[in-house]
Nanobody, 119 residues
Framework: QVEVVESGGGLVQAGENLKLTCVYS????????MGWFRQAPGQGREFVAS????????HYADFVKGRFIISRDNAKQTVYLEMNSLNPEDTAVYYC????????????WGQGTQVVVRS
């Protein structure tokens, strides 16, 4: 059974930074691309970023390009999302999961980690 635990969220001021961590306990973790998604209040879940199984081929949604960096550590079955220059529009619950090549989610979901950015 896959266990997903996201952490690192919090309350920050606009312009500040956060680094999210996701431990995705899955024996096949090393075989798949992983991604981060977010869901703002009253909105649907949206794609944020993904990284290939080898840690290469990062891909970002336009609204985070140049500000967020995704990475992974296969030995730890962990995915990271470094978020810089946060703005209030980044306020959301952030989730990680496995993704298909077209960036659609393909794995299990955790509880997410809340990020609140105040202006």
């Amino acid at each position: 059974q896959v266990e997903v635990v996201e952490s690192g969220g919090g309350l920050v001021q606009a312009g500040e930074n956060l680094k999210l961590t996701c431990v995705y306990s899955d024996p096949t973790f090393n075989d798949y691309a992983m991604g981060w998604f977010r869901q703002a209040p009253g909105q649907g879940r949206e794609f944020v970023a993904s990284v290939g199984w080898s840690g290469l081929s990062p891909h970002y949604a336009d609204f985070v390009k140049g500000r967020f960096i995704i990475s992974r550590d296969n030995a730890k079955q962990t995915v990271y999302l470094e978020m810089n220059s946060l703005n209030p529009e980044d306020t959301a619950v952030y989730y990680c999961t496995r993704v298909y090549a077209d960036f659609r989610s393909s794995g299990s979901w955790g509880q997410g980690t809340q990020v609140v950015v105040r202006s």
